[in-house]
């Protein structure tokens, strides 16, 4: 028995670190470093730069970037939820050795050791799976946040450069047409004063 439970655990730890690799084009435009380009091409006006958009396009872009916000609230959910379990898992296999331990390899105690050491290898790799998801899908939801936060930060410099430049405001969407001018105006109020002929 012992010798099972000696290649068991050279056998988990050899296979650990194969589990637990992350490669780091998850990381990249959230830890390390920054992408020149805000998006990919999934929506129209993306690619134009904020110089050639108007006044209402600026703001059309600003609330729909808004909208479209990536939230980090599932990422941060699935770290809780993986660090739970891990935790648990070690109580559980905390509670199995300790079990074994005082029990020996011949009791009814050393049975449920053996059951709470499979269940926390199961809460454990499940909980450092759900980590590692949560820690993979925040770090590219932060630098999706980025880019959007960027992208919104430029829009705000440009709405007000055109405020200080003084633009003149759009009309109002609604507005009524003007009259037409009444007959006669733009014209100079001329008075005959020189009569050239009478009948």
Known sequence: MKRFNIVALVVVGLSAPAFAHITPQHFRGALLGSTGVYFQADGPGLETPVEQLTR???????????????????????????????IFSFAFFAVAVAGYLYSGASSVIAVTAYVLLAFSAALGITGAVLLTVGLVKLFTRIGQRR??????????ARLDSLDRSGAPPPPPPDAAPLPPPPPGAGFFDVKPSLVVATF
């Open 56 to 86: 209402e396009q600026l703001q059309n872009e600003y609330q729909r970037l808004d909208r479209e916000k990536p939230g980090i609230g599932g990422p941060i959910a699935l770290l809780s939820v993986g660090g739970g379990l891990l």
């Open 147 to 156: 880019a959007y936060s960027q992208r919104m930060d430029d829009i705000n």
